[in-house]
């Protein structure tokens, strides 16, 4: 059973393309006056200081509807808005954050779907124990720098002056601490002291993410792919300044949520594809120095990972205007906007592009049928392409060299048909965008060993592998037939 939560129509309806800032850039962040919020708005401050209004579904509530308890949950878990509930000493928190231990040393946290992919699971379990929620981050950054509240959505946001000593406190435990915190299944531990008693319960990217993921849907019904779209946009949306840089990309191209195709490539991790390696240093992916493009078998490699991915998208939305890249490489971002023979010059004359059905080493590409598309797609990607994305998992830094992953994963979100590759941040934006179910609308454009230049589609890979199964189960049928006529026959012959 779902239903909806309260929409907002009191506001005067701008166009898409459109967002109101202020002249300022900080946020402001400060509790209201508690006593002049109505029944209907009791959920949390829910939001900065501006009306976001581009790129985002007005229609969330009845787009993206969650179950039952969720809304509940969501409308009745005030958190920073009321000071009298952050003051309540018989009030108990669950805190998810990325902060540091022993004074001074980093956590490991993970990059940004690390981070968030257990969300709903430590929502549920504060909705269990009846405790509020928080995000807390230190490390790279607050996550508020990034994301914030909708307005009227949940507000997460822990402001200073509250549970301070429980925070000093959580940075000062040991190493061994904190390495056991990573790996402990709090979907068990949170109900047993003594983290039952504590007022407030820290929690990290965990190790121990499968357990509990599997204790939790032991306890209730927990698809997060249905879940997540509505989540992600009742929590969060675009901080102010993540806003302003993303708006000249918005309105140039004059682009709507849920009518343009995205593309990712990760290329800095693995760190070797096909035993070659990729990046300038060894471990790239988190220390960046970017790709190794002067190889002329790396830049092979890279840039047809990016040609073929956009033909992947292209191939799953054969009508749409733009295809959004988004990529841990800079290199091939450049590449594909400027130096690609089959993306640079997207024109009315411009070759189609296509696929065989096969090759000569007789791989069935998932039984993909030969298929030929025109089309006129432009390329495009965020503002600084030509600048290293950081890794979200880097000790603290400038926010802004960091905006690159929360405005891929933004406009991955709002994407109607997808293309992605292998790790999970370009899967995720998939699940975000609502999508995630209709198998038609996603397509792999490579595997961990091998581009796809069939751009097979998740439906056709699941049709074939199905098959696959079917087939196999029909050879064991044979063998176990064949082993019955072979002890009959020595039987026989005994």
């Known amino acids: 059973m779902f239903s909806t939560t309260i929409a907002d129509n009191s506001i005067e309806k701008k166009p898409e393309a459109y967002v109101s800032l202020n002249s300022t850039n900080k946020a402001k962040f400060t509790i ?52 009298k509930t952050l003051s309540d000493p018989d009030t108990k928190f669950l805190v998810m954050t990325c902060h540091k231990y022993a004074t001074t040393t980093q956590e490991v946290c ?102 509990i993921i599997n204790t939790v849907s032991t306890m209730v019904s927990l698809n997060t792919d249905d879940i997540w779209p509505g989540l992600f946009r009742r929590m969060f949306q675009p901080s102010k300044n993540l806003a302003q840089d993303m708006a000249s990309l918005v309105e140039e191209y004059d682009l709507k949520a849920g009518e343009y195709a995205s593309a990712h490539v990760r290329v800095k991790w693995p760190k070797q594809y096909n035993g070659i390696l990729l990046n300038n240093k060894q471990n ?49 971002t450049e590449y594909l906007l400027l130096d690609s023979p089959m993306w640079s010059d997207r024109s009315s004359d411009s070759a189609p592009i296509s696929w065989n059905g096969g090759d000569e080493n007789g791989n069935d590409h998932f039984d993909v049928p030969a298929w030929e598309v025109s089309t006129t797609a432009k390329v495009i990607a965020r503002p600084h392409y ?32 997808h293309s ?51 087939s196999l189960e029909e050879i064991l049928e044979i063998v176990r037939e064949t082993n019955k006529k072979i002890v009959k026959f020595q039987q026989l012959h005994a």
């Open 32 to 83: 209201p006056d508690e006593s002049k919020q109505t029944e209907d708005l009791n959920l949390g401050i829910g939001g900065d200081e501006y009306d976001y209004r581009f790129i985002k579904y007005e229609d969330v509530a009845k787009k993206f509807p969650l179950p039952d308890w969720w809304d509940k949950f969501l409308k009745t878990q005030p958190v920073a808005s009321h000071d």
């Open 110 to 211: 993970g990059g940004l779907t690390d981070r968030l992919v257990l969300l709903p699971h430590y929502l549920w379990l504060a909705h269990k124990t009846g405790r509020k929620f928080f995000i807390r981050y230190s490390k790279p950054a607050p996550l508020e720098e990034f994301f914030v509240p909708p307005k009227n959505g949940f507000d997460w946001r822990l402001p200073d002056g509250y549970i301070d000593d429980e925070w000093k406190a959580y940075a000062s435990r040991n190493a061994t601490t904190y390495k056991d915190g990573r790996r402990k299944n709090w979907a068990k531990d949170i109900f047993s002291a003594p983290w039952n008693e504590k007022r407030v319960v820290f929690v990290n990217s965990n190790l121990a993410m499968g357990a």
């Open 420 to 470: 992605f590759g292998v790790g999970g941040y370009g899967h995720f934006g998939t699940v975000l965008s609502g999508n995630h179910g209709n198998e038609t609308y996603r397509t792999r454009h490579r595997d961990y060993d091998a581009i796809q230049p069939n751009c097979a589609t998740s439906a056709e890979r699941k049709k074939y592998k199905a098959k696959q199964s079917t």
């Open 386 to 417: 030509n600048v290293e994305p950081e890794h979200f998992d880097k000790n603290q830094m400038d926010p802004k060299k960091i905006y690159a992953t929360f405005i891929d994963m933004w406009m991955m979100a709002h994407a109607k048909y």
């Open 284 to 332: 790239g992916d988190k220390q960046g120095g970017g790709v190794n493009m002067s190889w002329n078998v790396t830049y092979a490699t890279v840039t047809g990972l990016g040609d073929n991915a956009i033909k992947c998208a292209v191939r799953a939305m054969p009508w749409t205007k733009y295809v959004y890249f988004a990529s841990d490489a800079n290199e091939l």
